[in-house]
């Protein structure tokens, strides 16, 4: 006979704490708001520098600060309570009851523990403006604006103040980026429609962070249970794991049983905006069928959702009946998810999709927790040969439509987008969003600019993801190497989430964010000046980089030799430019006086090296 | 004591052999010279597909050929000397004297085994054209151009005769991408200069390739012996290795010991074009000071190297002297090894570079053997704060003058181009190469697209190479995971080469390649069918698809499964798109009734799908 199992109720969930290497977690406090610690993390370098450490922005959260008590049971700290609170127009009420099939009526037996803390919910009372758009609107700089100001400027300070720092040129396409962000401009770009701040009045566990064209180009990792293979410690540790890698906002794609709990640890362990796909739960309250589907469940689904604080919700309220046959001769159909289940709704029932009939609805509904719509892309293509066709842009404009709608109603958009794109046709997608969708932001899948390298999506998507962001995107939804062929594990979802930081950043040098090429520049002094373990902790993925330099020249010593393991130590061309330098410096005009300079040289003392190893030409 | 080890030399070398999975080697025999054999990989499709096998271009030689008998120690048939010789102009001698510093001055201890056989070398003998480049202006189509055309042809027959396939459309910017590729054709590009196809002649083991705006992107793959790590054996190994996935030339940048052998055993052994760094092995010979470098020992080297058959010479002979204090001030100064070690020559000596001085010299005797010029660009920045300076761009304005003279002088070449570039500086250099050269083929290192990403360098490369290929490079030079940290192994280069593949396809996807989609549209075919085997195998990495796909579901019964892991088997929004396909036929026009409709939906059955798992919005 077995020794019973510890009850799993005791033990504590284990999530991955502690702060990257050589990096400190650090709290800016703006002036117009002292009470406020917007986070950031600085690298530190190695004294021969001479140099600051490098400030980069943090949505890792409480998870890297070594002073924070992490307690998974009890959730983050709910700091931004007191924010919303002081806004005022909100009232405290008893929530909808949880009911068996919001866990897809699983059994006792299996169903996931329930988070511990049960929060009464909050919503507008209608008094006064509640959401982000509505204080814009009214004028309200609101603490969460203030927030993101802070964050967003990140290095700019420095970058105005010193001489040294390189002047950022770029092609933004139209946007208007600012040498600084002030909370008035946050205001303007919300007011405008241009930005969103997702942040639901019941997600106070919130660092709030912003998305749009003006600003630094975000990123999202999804997540989401499988039915066999994960559990509520998992999903919080894989939320957890993506953000600590750089992830901006963390989607919670969970089908299937125990969707609710799940939910509810996420959210409650969460610093970044969650955003579902209410459609995916509705769908498991009529036993998976999406004839089933209504409006009444759709709604109790949302109301439920919005009473746990997911910050945004993606809505496929542009999948109209009249589209769906545009579909038909497409290579790969109707790919989204959401996107099918509401054509098979609409075909079904020969209706138009109750979520367009509803949408005003919809709107009042998010309007009062303040939860942003992600307008879905439901006929996205998902395949090259389907690209910019009549079904993707029909939908487009549909959402357009609705954006208007929903910003009658105070509510914060983004818009979706594909996908499978080539090269030559991404640009129209930013450019036709644009337009539609009187510049909300848009938010895109990749896009994947090739089908033949399944187990390289990261890579096919991350170029598309990378010049749509230059071309005006405000986030990128993450490809992992999975795509197409499962479901992505640890080393999968970090591959994604470093990938998709490479494309936001190269769009953010592109497009001339002041100070995006602080970080590049502090890289390339480093590597110039050989100084490894700096050029390890400026790295996007530190470990990744340690390990490869060790593959090759594990020996401790090496990590502060004035050389790398492509030239080895007796020939180094990054040596010979100091030559060059010195030689430089001794000239006093750009006459060269040959033979002099000759020996010039020599007196410089010209040292030989002798080349050891391969290298590029 | 030890059983003494069997001698090494008795053991036959080992290279990787062996078809990909469901692939065929065909061989097509052109109109024009029936005695050629233009080689293609067929990937064959499950029966139910109902379609023909994917024909995709191949460049692994008689590797991947079962029929083939591959014989290290014999090197691979050397059919083309035929060709050669039925041209006329050439003559065989007695070829340079092969000197203990070729091989670096190793000890016969470690020095590495001679090639067993030896071949005389032929020159051109003036009496008539010689170079593919003096050829084409002569009028003359050589089985080169006839081989290429055929091979560049891949899938347009078939994409002009059938209507299924779709219209490639693009943006090429300016390039000239025929529907059909004819000898004349490749004669014609190759007589403006516009392409290359490098070939010494002393290199008859070689499968003709062609390098040029309007064909093809092509890859680079760089190997090359590290001193302490690496054998004859493994070099062979890596140029097979890196072919099998589909570098279409590679690059050998040995220094050190054993360079002369080394790469005889390469050469006889490669049916890609094998480049070089002559300016590596002279450096060599001088025992690695670079000031010691002069005319003599590199003419020496180069008449070395086009003895042995080495298809195209990096060299540096735009790092003119005048040029080099433009680099004082730069983040990262020189970075290109050839670069630094010319700058340190001009300095020491402080005169203009050599190889500038002898460039009339360098073209009439690469033009003996038709060796192709690959202009180094040894000033490229080595990071993005040096992207587009002030050095780089004097050095390409040298290399636009050099290429006309090695026209004048009969020489085929193209250019090589940066580095580290932000995405809005990637379109200049290709813009200033066009109009600075004439239009030879631009050959470029990535261009990385940021710096903060040591370890994932192979990614920020391939955003830039994708770009720059679609706007007009004919040549990606890859860049591994290792890029800055160390040396690739056997799978930094399959990744690295798998990645420039990608960024080549996207390439030629966005230019309207008239049959680059064919192959997209074959995988969406699969996928759409759930025809799991065909997606793994026509992915570029079959063996990373299959593994990918049986993390997740091991099952061998889960291949041939209509469902992924993404929504599971009760659900599935491509088997929706059925129904949508079924409705749209069953209307006879766009005008909905919708009771009426409705009903017929029920009749043509709507099947219940229950959604399992998570997936993408």
Request: hydrophobic letters at 40%; proline letters at 6%; glycine letters at 8%.
């Amino acid at each position: 006979m077995n020794k019973p199992a510890k009850p799993k109720d005791f033990e504590p969930l284990k999530v991955t704490t502690g702060p990257l290497p050589a990096s400190s977690k650090i709290y800016v406090s703006p002036a117009a708001a002292p009470d406020l610690r917007v986070p950031f993390r600085e690298i530190g370098l190695h004294a021969s520098a001479g140099e600051p450490p490098v400030r980069v922005y943090d949505t890792s959260g409480p998870y890297t600060d070594p002073q924070a008590a992490i307690h998974v049971e009890k959730g983050l700290p709910r700091a931004r309570t007191a924010w919303v609170l002081e806004r005022g127009g909100v009232e405290a009420y008893n929530g909808r009851v949880i009911k068996p099939e919001d866990n897809g009526n699983v059994g006792q037996k299996h169903l996931a523990k329930a988070f511990p803390i049960a929060h009464q919910p909050l919503r507008g009372d209608g008094s006064r403006p509640l959401t982000q758009l509505q204080c814009a609107r009214a004028g309200i700089i609101t603490k969460e604006m203030i927030y993101v100001a802070a964050r967003e400027n990140l290095g700019r300070e420095q970058a105005l103040a010193n001489a040294r720092a390189t002047i950022a040129d770029g092609e933004s396409f139209g946007a208007a980026i600012p040498e600084y962000v002030t909370p008035e401009f946050v205001r303007d770009e919300i007011a405008r429609g241009r930005a969103i701040i997702p942040c639901n009045i019941n997600h106070p566990e919130l660092e709030p962070m912003i998305i749009g064209r003006n600003f630094l180009v975000k990123i999202n990792a999804n997540i989401g249970n499988s039915a066999v293979t994960s559990s509520v410690e998992e999903e919080v540790e894989k939320m957890v794991w993506a953000i600590r890698w750089g992830a901006d906002t963390v989607m919670d794609l969970s089908t299937g049983r125990n969707i609710h709990n799940t939910r509810e640890w996420i959210i409650r362990n969460s610093p970044v905006p969650i955003g579902t796909v209410p459609i995916y739960q509705a769908l498991e309250k009529v036993n998976g069928d999406p004839v089933k589907l209504d409006w009444e469940v759709y709604k109790d689904t949302l109301i439920e959702q919005c009473e746990q604080g997911v910050d945004y919700f993606t809505i496929h309220a542009g999948v109209r009946l009249g589209y769906i046959h545009l579909t038909a001769d497409r290579v790969t159909g109707i790919v989204s998810r959401g996107g099918s289940i509401m054509a098979k709704w609409c075909l079904a029932h020969h209706k138009e999709s109750f979520l367009y009939e509803h949408f005003d609805e919809i709107c009042d509904l998010m309007a009062k927790y303040d939860v942003s719509f992600s307008l879905g892309d439901g006929l996205r293509p998902g395949s090259i040969a389907d690209a910019n066709d009549a079904a993707q842009f029909a939908e487009l404009e549909t959402l357009g439509e609705l954006t208007k709608i929903a910003w009658e109603k105070g509510c914060q958009v983004m818009i979706e987008g594909p996908g499978h794109v080539p090269m030559h046709k991404i640009k129209i997608n930013m450019e036709k969003q644009l337009r539609e969708c009187g510049e909300a932001p848009f938010y895109t899948l990749g896009p994947l600019t090739t089908d033949i390298a399944p187990g390289y999506d990261h890579i096919t998507s991350a170029i598309g993801a990378a010049m749509i962001g230059w071309f005006g995107t405000a986030m990128l939804c993450y490809v992992t190497p999975k795509e197409h062929l499962g479901l992505p594990n640890r080393d999968d979802v970090k591959e994604g989430v470093i990938t998709y930081k490479i494309a936001a950043h190269a769009a953010d040098l592109a497009k001339g964010h002041p100070a995006a090429q602080a970080w590049d520049d502090a890289m390339s002094r480093a590597r110039f000046s050989f100084r490894w373990e700096d050029q390890f902790n400026l790295s996007l993925d530190p470990e990744r980089a340690l390990a490869f330099h060790d593959e090759t020249l594990p020996k401790e010593a090496h990590k502060v030799a004035h050389f790398c393991s492509m030239c080895g130590p007796k020939f180094c061309s990054m040596k010979i430019t100091q030559d060059v330098r010195d030689y430089a410096a001794k000239l006093n005009d750009k006459t060269f006086g040959m033979a002099e300079m000759s020996k010039k040289f020599v007196e410089l003392g010209g040292e030989v090296y002798v080349p050891q190893d391969s290298d590029k030409p």
